[in-house]
């Protein structure tokens, strides 16, 4: 049986990297005594992949882990399970057992669902952006002016070269203000039945474990992820800051991860990776 | 939630930040208010390293069982942070709390080898406590030092307040409680000092001056307060059977050198090489109870989720329920997904049975450990086991279906000849043989051998503290022989030769058998940016030969000199059971190439039966022959080698 586990990632453990936070979660299941399934062997594993890795310093109110059970309890059960053995920092929200894949579907893996995800960039105190502009109302309207231009083209830099590339039609969505953003995001989200509890899935509201600083500024930002198109928070603060000749320091921003998102076949609607079972 | 010591910026800029955070699974949470006394434990090297160290993390559980105490950890900031921190004037501090290290009562730091000296100094600057102990006030932490180089701890003796000689579980309640009534009752840092001094085991350098003579031996050892010891006699856990062992160990969220449940089923060994000084200070071979290892092993897989097991010991093939206890961890959680790490074990049928049930024989080698090249110098060492067994023990495993094999040798041990080093490459090459008798069907393509020769360095309490070492260029010189010698045989191609640093283990030689002297030696290296020394990258040997040459003290004083009988050596203000006169009967047995029995065959009073427990008490049953040894690989990557 395949489930997907919805997580939590904050406080210090923005500092634990992709690869510890894997090999944290499969300690963490043995202390629970997750009936985990594993690969055959003279060195077994557990069957465990995420969703999309997230870089070290970031905080999410929405990672995705899909795991390989032998057998399980029901998913509110094996929620608390899960989280009684969580150390501070990492917190499991949602529960889901997937649908098997039917006898001609393959196997999609979660991180080939992501399509697009959903930033909170704030602006850590502590850090001047510059005199002129170190208010919200002046930062709000310079980042608008930014935004709204039809082209954003930034150098983007591989191992051999660098080309330009315009970034602007892989930014779907900037907002200052939560609710704002909550309104604009509605728009772009497939409807789905409100109740998203029942046999084969379980999820706790549980408040965002976004950092808030004391400065207010802040961008809400819906950006392509994944294998098609792939626009890191960063670059684009990066564009802006070049953009407007604020000196760009990657320590003065905190990057929080909101939400993946992937989208059906045609439609361009998109679902919340926790309300997709496959 | 948890406030960090370091801001994010800092933190973010520098390599493998979990290292400086803390928040790992069993970590012990107290408020600080709530407790009497807070105690630093601090293992001197990077966290990787001192993470993996099992002494710590019994000490860390036997003193947070107290309540009024919190005893909390620290490890060496890496050198990327050690700038930043003395950039910015950021106050080392504990992982727990985040406090900083000089708020505490204690800072008590393991000695693990010679070579962490000068990260011994880098802690205290960094925490901001003066480096000399004569400087502390009493606002400072009392500084405590041990392990196994507290067995000489002269060479740092100004930089503690005391040290503890023994084994951690006996102790420190005796030294907690006391600094409490002494903080009670208003007494001084050096009252506390000197009662401290009254504790068997206890160590106070203070309270103690050293006379020369004119040739720079030692002419007496001197008491400054009368009520001191004359000798301290070091601390044994006599009922280890059953003695508390952590069951929820700590777990880091980086990868350490050892990511895995280590379970300690015997302290001690019962061999006797004459050249190590672990076989001898842990006397009295004593076993835990088979049982109570079971129950820990459960327990512990159950609180970490640790995939893998592994049983440390000196010498596991000398534990007497071993057959028993590794086929019930196999039986137990190897369906399980538990990888079961073998230690040092004996070939035989046994042996190889494990090896092939729980490790992929084709992937994995095995090491054996002659220790040196030749019957005759086997025996000085008294490592007793000859040729055929160590032919024997390579056919078994060849035909097993092992191909890899590793070899560990010294070179430089005393009385050593050329013919003795020689015998490496031939033992090397005999081996190879062994692999081409199989027939070819059985064979996994070419055997692959890998030869690995440290430099020999004599340490404190053991019958070779008197011999004199190799200077740096008669052992380059016998590398240059071997590596000739390797290339002469038919099987060159299938021999690697690796190769420890001479400068580097001339310099843990001096360290190893220094005195007082070498204190100010210390700190001028680390005062000249020498850090990290155990790390052959940082290792700056030009800068120690100026430390030496700065003080008008020569390495070849404490290295290059055969002792006298009856020369006094800064150690010997410590009692170790094992008595000075039975180590010099077998230096002088080792001269004689005789060998001596195990403690299981044949007691010869040592003199560890003073600490009436253990092997020394047990029916002296004929152990069987010693023969190889194998290991898992994989198990401790700290040493760096060369390749040649």
Not at chain 2, 69 to 79: F, G
Not at chain 2, 218 to 238: C, G, L, R, S, T
Request: include cysteine; glycine fraction near 4%.
């Amino acid at each position: 049986m395949r489930v997907r586990l919805k997580f939590q990632k904050y406080g210090p453990m923005k500092f634990i990297g992709h690869l510890d936070v894997l090999r944290y979660f499969q300690k963490a299941f043995r202390r629970a005594g997750i009936d985990s399934e594993y690969t055959t062997g003279f060195n077994p594993h557990q069957i465990i992949s995420f969703a999309a890795p997230l870089g070290l310093g970031l905080t999410s109110d929405s990672e995705y882990v899909d795991i390989g059970l032998n057998s399980s309890e029901a998913p509110e059960i094996m929620i608390n399970k899960i989280n009684e053995f969580m150390s501070e920092g990492f917190y499991v929200t949602g529960f889901q057992m997937l649908e098997e894949p039917a006898d001609n579907e393959k196997k999609v893996s979660a991180m080939s669902l992501v399509s697009s995800a959903d930033y909170l960039v704030s602006l850590k105190d502590g850090y001047c952006l510059g005199l002129d502009i170190n208010n919200i109302e002046k930062f709000n309207e310079v980042f608008s002016r930014f935004y709204d231009r039809t082209e954003i083209t930034i150098n983007k830099k591989t191992k051999k070269s660098s080309m330009l590339v315009n970034i602007k039609p892989m930014i779907r969505l900037v907002s200052f203000d939560e609710s704002d953003y909550k309104n604009k995001l509605k728009e772009l989200l497939l409807d789905l039945p409100t109740d998203k509890n029942n046999q084969s899935s379980y999820f706790i509201d549980a408040e965002s474990k976004a950092e808030i600083y004391d400065n207010n500024i802040k961008i809400y930002m819906q950006l392509a992820t994944g294998s098609v198109a792939n626009l890191k928070p960063e670059l684009v603060i990066e564009a802006f800051c070049n953009d407007n000749n604020i000196e760009y320091n990657p320590y003065a921003w905190q990057v929080h991860r909101l939400e993946l998102y992937t989208h059906k076949d045609s439609m361009d609607k998109l679902i919340p990776l926790s309300r997709f079972n496959k | 939630m948890r406030k960090l010591a370091l801001s994010d910026e800092i933190l973010l800029s520098i390599e493998k930040p979990a290292r400086y955070i803390g928040g790992e699974v069993n970590m012990r949470v107290k408020n600080p208010m709530d407790v009497d006394i807070r105690f630093c434990m601090c293992f001197p090297d990077v966290y990787e390293i001192g993470m993996s160290h099992l002494g710590i993390q019994i000490l860390y559980d036997i003193l947070n069982r107290r309540e009024d105490t919190y005893c909390e950890r620290v490890y060496s900031p890496w050198i990327d942070l050690d700038k930043l921190m003395r950039d910015k004037d950021i106050p080392l501090f504990a992982l727990e709390s985040q406090d900083p290290v000089k708020e505490f009562d204690f800072l008590g730091i393991t000695l693990q080898y010679e070579m962490c000296y000068t990260n011994i100094l880098q802690i205290l600057e960094l925490s901001q406590i003066p480096i000399y102990a004569r400087d502390r006030s009493e606002d400072d932490p009392i500084v405590i030092g041990g392990g196994p180089c507290s067995y000489n701890p002269e060479p740092i003796a100004d930089f503690f307040d005391f040290f503890y000689i023994g084994e951690g579980e006996t102790s420190y309640d005796k030294i907690l409680d006391l600094y409490k009534e002494c903080k009670q009752s208003g007494k001084s840092r050096r009252e506390y000092l000197e009662m401290v001094s009254q504790i068997e085991g206890m160590y106070v350098p203070a309270l103690y001056d050293v006379e020369y003579n004119e040739d720079d031996t030692i002419k007496a050892f001197i008491k400054k307060y009368e009520k001191a010891p004359d000798k301290v006699k070091k601390q044994v856990e006599v009922n280890l059977s059953e003695a508390y062992y952590p069951t929820k160990p700590l777990v880091p969220f980086i990868k350490t050198t050892q990511d895995r449940v280590v379970l300690e089923i015997q302290r001690g060994c019962i061999r006797g090489c004459r050249f190590c000084q672990a076989g001898m200070v842990y006397r009295p071979t004593r076993e835990r109870d088979l049982e109570y290892l079971k129950k820990c092993a459960y327990e512990m897989l159950n609180s970490t989720g640790h995939e893998e097991i592994s049983l440390s010991s000196l010498s596991s093939s000398d534990y007497s329920q071993l057959q028993e206890l590794v086929y019930f961890l196999i039986d137990e959680f190897g369906s399980k997904g538990v990888n079961i790490s073998l230690p040092s074990l004996r070939i035989d049928a046994f042996s190889l049975d494990v090896m092939a049930k729980v490790q992929d024989v084709r992937k994995s080698s095995l090491t054996f450990a002659p220790e040196a090249g030749s019957q005759r110098l086997r025996n000085v060492i008294n490592k007793g086991l000859t040729e055929e067994m160590i032919l024997k023990g390579a056919s078994d495993a060849f035909s097993s279906g092992w191909s890899r094999v590793k070899l560990y040798f010294m070179m430089g041990l005393p009385t050593e000849t050329y013919e003795d080093v020689e015998g490496i490459a031939v033992l090397a090459e005999d081996i190879a043989r062994e692999y081409y008798k199989l027939p070819k069907e059985q064979r996994q393509g070419r055997v692959s051998i890998v030869v690995s020769t440290a430099f020999f360095v004599p340490k404190p309490f053991t019958p070779f503290q008197w011999t004199r070492m190799d200077t740096p260029e008669e052992y380059i010189q016998k590398q240059q022989l071997l590596r000739k010698k390797i290339n002469e045989q038919l099987n060159k191609k299938s021999i690697k030769f690796n190769w420890h640093e001479a400068e580097l283990s001339e310099l843990e030689g001096v360290l190893a058998r220094g005195d007082r002297r070498l204190s100010k030696v210390i700190y001028d290296a680390y005062k000249a940016g020498c850090l990290y020394d155990s790390w052959s990258e940082h290792f700056k040997y030009d800068k120690w030969v100026k430390a030496f040459e700065d003080n008008a003290i020569s390495m070849s004083f404490y290295n290059s000199r055969e002792r006298a009988e009856d020369e006094i050596f800064p150690w010997d203000f410590i009692d170790a059971g094992v008595s000075k006169a039975f180590l010099l009967k077998e230096y002088k047995r080792a001269k004689n190439s005789s060998i001596t029995p195990n403690c299981k065959q044949l007691c010869y009073n040592c003199g560890a039966k003073v600490f009436a427990c253990g092997v020394c008490f047990n029916n002296q049953e004929q152990a069987g022959d010693q023969t190889l040894l194998i290991d898992n690989p994989g198990q401790d990557l700290t040493e760096v080698e060369h390749e040649g």
